[in-house]
């Protein structure tokens, strides 16, 4: 299985960004998929999780900015990410449950900075 992110980069406060992670090497019926992202010197932490047909749940910080969802037949995770600040800077990363196992892509940096 091969995770792979993309769509990361320098926004300013109350800026927007649309990450991807295209999926390969695992089957459709994956069925938990999810975003997580680790700041400097902190422990990475889950940002929005989709179970099943459609149960998402956020992190507190997150409710109501940012939005998972996925193209099954594209194989693709999105996150959107809506009135960023300096606290969500990271890097962020997508992850599959597949399997048996967590399956991890190598990470996009979401710099928020004036």
């Known amino acids: 299985v091969q995770l792979q992110a993309s769509g990361g980069g320098l926004v300013q406060p109350g800026g927007s960004l649309r990450l991807s992670c295209a999926v390969s090497?695992?089957?459709?019926?994956?069925?938990?998929v999810g975003w997580h992202r680790q700041a400097p010197g902190k422990e990475r932490e889950s940002v929005a999780r989709?179970?099943?047909?459609?149960?998402?749940s956020y992190a507190d910080f997150v409710k109501g900015r940012f939005t998972i969802s996925r193209d099954i037949r594209q194989r693709t995770v999105y996150l959107q990410m809506n009135s960023l600040n300096p606290e969500d800077t990271a890097v962020y990363f997508c992850?599959?449950?597949?399997?048996?196992?967590?399956?991890w892509g190598q990470g996009t940096q979401v710099t928020v900075s004036s």
């Open positions: 992850r599959v449950y597949y399997r048996g196992s967590d399956h």
């Open positions: 090497g695992a089957g459709v019926s994956v069925t938990d």
């Open positions: 989709m179970v099943g047909g459609g149960t998402i």
